[in-house]
């Protein structure tokens, strides 16, 4: 068990809708990241929060939005859903970017969340 | 910038025997490496990772790799495979800058045959 933990575990919704999925990261984490597992693009990073901020984007398509709110679980919100949103969305949290020796620290997996799109 | 190239899509292995995902890597600095493991439908979890302090990296379940410079090369090993070590093994990287950014490799599929 990482300590992530993501809601809900599976996702059956149909074309044209918006689900919001849902992260709380390790104690103490203050980074969030997201990703996108698929079979054909395999592991994508789609965004990172840091405290709140947005840090980092990736493949992220506009109709994706995230946030991390105070407490600083996160939520990712997918709209205007299409057939090849169905994947698999993983959510991971790290502490702060670099050790104290100048290495990243490693980031820690959630359970992901299966959505299908129908 | 850094990647990493996980040289082998599918390994098969009979339980007992030894196994060997390959992993190099390209950075124009010390890389921050890590292997994560990925049981089906189930999220990723860290095998271990290179901090720079030890060539040799042991991880859990007895894997463990070996960070060469002069290959770039961060090989994952284990002496004897297990039935329970079928899985999909990530070896990955950051990108590097201000962003923790990570570099997931394509994914080597390891089967263990009884």
């Known amino acids: 068990d990482s300590g992530v933990t993501q809601t809900p575990k599976h996702l059956i919704t149909a074309t044209g809708q918006r689900v919001t999925l849902r992260c709380s990261p390790r104690?103490?984490?203050?980074?969030v990241y997201w990703y996108q597992q698929s079979l054909d693009q395999g592991l994508q990073f789609l965004i990172q929060y840091y405290n709140g901020e947005e840090r980092a984007k990736g493949n992220i398509l506009e109709r994706f939005s995230a946030q991390q709110f105070p407490d600083l679980h996160s939520e990712l919100n997918l709209s205007s859903l299409e057939l090849g949103d169905s994947a698999l969305y993983f959510c991971?949290?790290?502490?702060?970017?670099?050790?104290?020796?100048?290495?990243?620290?490693?980031?820690?997996f959630g359970p992901g969340t299966r959505l299908t799109v129908l | 910038a850094q990647s990493v190239t996980q040289l082998d899509s599918h390994v098969s292995v009979s339980e007992g025997t030894p196994v060997l995902l390959r992993c190099n890597y390209s950075s124009s600095y010390s890389p921050s490496l890590f292997w994560y493991v990925q049981h089906p439908n189930k999220g990723l979890q860290l095998l271990l990772k290179y901090t720079s302090a030890a060539t040799l990296v042991k991880g859990i379940n007895g894997f463990e790799a070996e960070f060469k410079k002069s290959e770039t090369s961060f090989h994952l090993t284990k002496p004897s495979a297990h039935m329970s070590d079928a899985a999909e093994y990530f070896c990955v990287g950051y990108r590097g800058g201000a962003t923790n950014k990570l570099i997931f490799g394509t994914g080597t599929l390891l089967a263990v045959q009884p």
């Open positions: 104690s103490g984490d203050l980074s």
């Open positions: 991971a949290s790290s502490p702060r970017g670099r050790t104290s020796g100048g290495t990243y620290n490693e980031q820690f």
